[in-house]
């Protein structure tokens, strides 16, 4: 079982102007290897969002912190700038690997700034807001994730064949 976190950044879900859907594929897409353990929703603001994710990786360590939304252009898109932050390793093939798979369904994948990066022992990745966007990042980052944080946990040390 991996302990995961997620943390939604919606303005309207967080003034309860929105049901999170996205959360709920999140919980979804993942099955049953993955045990959320931590579940908010956050308005899109920078510090807030930096705070939310040191308390995560500091006080709770999950396995993975899930984001979902604020990847986009708009002004008030900040969640990969929160990322950067407080990131301590960079993990770009994560997001150029779902960039890719979205690409194959949408060009507006591109149009996510997302990033993945390791915090202590933590793998944050950031999906899109939207549910789709969620549905179809997880599907293409899913397949290697539990090799990731294998190694990440010290649970695997080889990658092997397969
Ligand atoms: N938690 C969510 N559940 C369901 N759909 C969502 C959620 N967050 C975003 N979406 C959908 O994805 C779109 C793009 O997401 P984005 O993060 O840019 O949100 P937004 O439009 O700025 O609104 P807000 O941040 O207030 O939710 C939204 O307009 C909405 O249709
Ligand atoms: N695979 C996939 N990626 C996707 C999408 C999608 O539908 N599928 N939506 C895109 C759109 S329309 C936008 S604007 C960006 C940023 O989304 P966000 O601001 O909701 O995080 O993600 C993109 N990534």
Known sequence: MYKTAI??????????ERQDLSGK????SLGPSYSVEYYKIIPDEKDQIM?????????????????????????RDVT???????????VPGIPEAI???????TP?????????????????????GSVRGVR???????PALDHALDILQGMASECGQG
């Open 25 to 28: 594929q999140i919980k979804e």
């Open 99 to 105: 960039r890719y798979y979205g690409l194959q369904q």
């Open 7 to 16: 943390l939604i950044m919606s303005d309207k879900g967080a003034r309860g």
């Open 51 to 75: 705070a939310e994710m040191r308390y995560i990786c500091d006080q709770l360590s999950p396995a993975l912190l899930l984001t979902s939304g604020g990847t986009g252009f708009s002004s």
């Open 136 to 142: 179809e990042s997880l599907a293409a980052a899913l």
């Open 108 to 128: 507006k994948a591109m149009l996510s700034r997302a990033v993945a990066g390791i915090r202590g022992k933590t793998l944050i990745i950031n999906l899109p």
């Open 80 to 90: 990969p700038d929160a990322t950067r932050e407080v990131i301590e390793k960079v």
